[in-house]
């Protein structure tokens, strides 16, 4: 069975961390602490006076400053890691955390999850050839010495940067090493942190060499990690949840994310926030307990790109301004219907396809298995589609040898709408408007894959809103560019109704659009 040994780095919360580590050793783990030297004495002192009765608790022999970027965070690492190898000869596996990390999963499944294979769990990935890097310096973290700290002495730091290109003191990478990169939250076995030790008193020239490069919590453990052991004995992820804005800043959980925490595929997420007091108080109580299962469905990275891009579609950049082709032509007339249930536009158009000879396609523009004639590969991809779009539809017309054409088109693709409405043609849109209950919304979301075949009710409840909001916010771009010769039909509206609409929009006989608005199983989910 397995014992873990939590690696703990922090500078603040005295209080936070007490009863951090009251409940990690509760479950009968230990904890190893390294409290950052930049802090206070007296929130040190409250921190070993309270904890000093627990068998299950050691502290670093000595503390440091720590700076992030520095060497200093991989030493305060360091500090920690000897202080529990040599305290806890029984734990199994060391897990790093932070003082902003909460458990989401109970002691009893992150003991079997660690129990179950026989690995270590660390992010790295190839420095050079990975785009784990998203911002700043890149080869330059590992070419040159870095002695100042870029948030602090930002002068500094690049002085001595350029100073060094100008000079040509590149260094060399020790030659033996495969440079990897990742998170610095990883959980290591025993015998893997008791060779990297090893090494560690070995290789002198390997820790003179990281002493001096940037940001190296990200690419020292990652690349020793990978050099000493096997690869099939890594499993390169962490088991920490942690997500990061597109400004390259990491997300704070609050009280209200308890749920969506509970149902991801890991055992500790950071950051919880220090006000998040209820959220922490739950979590806290959650790891002690027994016999309880989760419902992993995983969703938290595709939910929080969702959500956090809600308000910017459409608003963030301003109107796209999309590649001009010829016109399609005065002459022709360009139909669209839009629909969010893509089934219900379908069926309409095929019905109309039928009984009204129209030629019709269906989601070109958004969906890849949409069937099209061979048109020299120009429809082979979205992409291209998308990219020859006036191209694309001009062959569609002379291929069928039409005037008058019908396609399908998500009510979210306006900025297509928008181009085509600027051509020549004239062109005519068709919204169908649906009706959307919470099961219909809860599949589709599961479809997009912004939830999980187990994903708990609670989380899909919060989820609902947001969807509908997203439907309707659609459907009200569409409306706010008053689009001229604009048509809808509705799921309450009466086949006559929806039928006079059909007349007017295809141009076809009544009698033709009543016996398409009539189709008893256009609106059926």
Request: glycine share 4%; proline share 3%.
């Amino acid at each position: 069975m397995a014992t873990i040994a939590y690696i703990l780095l922090c500078h603040k919360d005295p209080a936070g961390i007490i009863a951090q580590a009251e409940r990690l050793t509760a479950a009968g783990d230990c904890i190893a602490i390294h409290f950052d030297a930049s802090s206070s004495q007296a929130d040190f002192d409250q921190l070993r006076m309270a904890l000093a009765g627990n068998p299950l608790v050691v502290f670093a022999k000595r503390r440091i400053r720590c700076g992030w970027g520095e060497w200093s965070l991989v030493e305060a690492t360091l500090l920690a890691l000897r202080a529990a190898v040599a305290a806890f000869p029984r734990a199994t596996h060391f897990y790093m955390l932070s003082g902003d990390c909460m458990p989401v999963k109970t002691a009893e499944y992150a003991h079997d999850v660690l129990g179950r294979a026989d690995v270590d769990y660390i992010e790295s990935f190839d420095f050079f050839r990975s785009d784990w890097i998203k911002t700043g310096i890149r080869e330059e973290r590992l070419i040159y010495r870095h002695w100042f700290n870029e948030r602090s002495s930002k002068t500094w730091f690049y002085r001595s940067l350029e100073w060094q290109k100008r000079l040509g003191l590149e260094r060399k990478i020790p030659a033996d090493l495969v440079m990897q990169i990742g998170s610095q939250w990883w959980c290591l076995r025993r015998r893997t942190v008791e060779a990297l030790l090893d090494f560690m008193r070995r290789r002198r020239d390997v820790m003179r060499f990281f002493r001096t490069t940037w940001i190296p919590d990200e690419t020292f453990f990652q690349t020793l990690v990978h050099h000493i052991v096997p690869e099939n004995e890594i499993r390169t992820r962490t088991l920490t949840f942690l997500l990061f804005t597109d400004y390259g800043m990491p997300v704070v959980f609050y009280n209200d994310h308890y749920d969506l925490l509970l149902s991801q595929d890991y055992l500790f997420a950071r950051k919880v926030s220090p006000e998040a007091t209820d959220l922490r108080a739950r979590l806290g109580d959650l790891y002690a307990q027994k016999g309880k299962t989760f419902h992993i469905s995983d969703e938290g990275r595709s939910l929080f790109r969702f959500l956090s891009a809600r308000g910017r579609v459409g608003r963030r950049y301003a109107q796209r301004f999309w590649e001009t082709e010829a016109s399609l032509g005065r002459e022709r007339t360009l139909m669209m219907v839009t629909c969010k249930k893509w089934h219900v536009a379908k069926r309409l158009v095929e019905r109309a396809r039928n009984v009204s000879s129209l030629q019709a396609v269906d989601y070109l523009f958004n969906e890849d298995s949409t069937p099209l004639p061979d048109l020299g590969g120009i429809q082979s991809t979205l992409e291209k589609r998308t990219r020859h779009r006036r191209a694309l539809v001009r062959m569609l017309y002379d291929y069928w040898q039409t005037d008058r054409l019908v396609f399908c088109i998500d009510p979210a693709s306006v900025e297509l709408m928008q181009d085509f409405y600027n051509d020549k043609a004239r062109v005519k849109l068709l919204e169908i408007d649906c009706d959307f209950t919470d099961d219909y919304l809860i599949g589709h979301a599961k479809r997009v894959g912004l939830a999980g075949t187990s994903s708990p009710r609670e989380t899909l409840e919060r989820l609902l809103p947001t969807i509908r909001y997203d439907v309707k916010f659609e459907s009200d771009r569409i409306r706010e560019n008053d689009f001229p010769e604009f048509h809808r039909i509705r799921q309450r509206g009466t086949a006559a109704e929806n039928a006079r609409v059909l007349q007017d929009f295809f141009g076809i006989p009544l009698s033709e659009a009543e016996e398409i608005a009539g189709t008893s199983y256009l609106f059926v989910d």
